[in-house]
């Protein structure tokens, strides 16, 4: 079977392998070359790297509208289109080319988390469980039917980071059960996805990455896991600006105004919020590495109060 797969980061790159595992990769498709890095240098995608070490062809195109990138996807003769995160909107022109349509590994249990961020905004809602879709691709945005799907336990620990690599590998595994269910001449049945449970992961905005010590604990516990290690929580702490790279909630009544330190000491710092408290327990200094809290405190000894 031709297969094209379309896919940009790292969370594409176990897709990828699991495609190739037993079919015929034709090409791949990623975004192009971005800046990055201090230097600003232009760095091929993780899915780019995958595919030049596996000797498959690769292309780049700004955008699939025009007729002359349309083509050139037509004479590739694909009998399916994998996409995985690839970042470019495909026109109905594109989903309609391979025999057997577009599919595409999502990264939630659709309808809930349609969208650019359902890792990270399912660990900020407090979701329970979470997994992986196989969609059949149509015009709206992850709004096409489902193929096959498994479910994943969001552990109260995890990070954005630890859940994405479970759901990738989670990903690939869906990935290749469609694909061996296709090689043996069964088109998986595409389930209309209900009407309700709709909601949609927003991208991640660096905006968002500062708490709100108004807010509650559970939340901004929520929020400092889901955005590690990207765009990672910072805050203001006794009048120093600092990331949060951990931190737990803590259900208490302190009486005192958000933002106010209740507690330092080995085990953490104890913020006030205006429902609990949360308790910092990995940091970040401007332009430092990150550190315990222990050892944040060694360093800000006015700050140890109440432990």
């Not at 290749?176 to 996805?193: C, E, N, T, V, Y």
Request: hydrophobic share 45%; glycine share 10%; net charge positive.
């Amino acid at each position: 079977m031709r297969i094209v797969f379309a896919g940009t980061p790292e969370f594409a790159v176990s897709s990828l392998r699991a495609a190739a595992r037993h079919h015929e990769v034709v090409a791949v498709y990623t975004q192009p070359d971005r800046p990055s890095g201090r230097g600003r240098g232009l760095a091929p995608s993780p899915v780019k790297l995958e595919a030049v070490a596996r000797g498959i062809p690769v292309y780049q195109p700004e955008s699939l509208k025009d007729e002359a990138a349309q083509q050139q996807l037509r004479d590739l003769k694909p009998d399916l289109m994998v996409v995985v995160a690839y970042g470019l909107i495909l026109p109905k022109a594109v989903l309609a080319i391979p025999t057997y349509g577009c599919w595409n590994v999502h990264a939630s249990l659709l309808p809930r988390w349609r969208g650019a961020a359902p890792i990270q905004r399912a660990i900020q809602a407090g979701d329970e469980t979470t997994g992986v879709c196989l969609m059949q691709m149509e015009a709206g945005l992850d709004t096409g039917p489902v193929l096959l799907h498994q479910a994943l336990p969001i552990a109260a620990t995890d990070t954005g980071g630890q859940l994405h690599d479970k759901l990738a590998e989670l990903g690939a595994q869906v990935l290749s059960d469609g694909l061996g269910l296709l090689r043996a001449g069964i088109k998986p049945i595409a389930r209309p996805q209900p009407e309700q449970g709709v909601t949609y992961a927003h991208k991640l905005d660096k905006a968002e990455a500062k708490l709100d010590w108004t807010q509650d604990a559970a939340l901004l516990a929520r929020t400092v896991r889901a955005f590690n290690p990207w765009p990672v929580a910072e805050a203001t702490l006794a009048g120093e600006r600092v990331r949060i790279h951990g931190a737990v909630a803590q259900a208490m009544e302190h009486g005192q105004a958000p933002g106010s330190v209740l507690a330092a000491g080995r085990e953490g710092i104890d913020i006030a919020c205006g429902q609990g408290a949360l308790r910092l327990r990995v940091l970040q200094r401007e332009g430092g590495k990150a550190i315990t809290a222990a050892d944040y405190l060694n360093a800000r000894r006015d700050l140890r109060v109440g432990a």
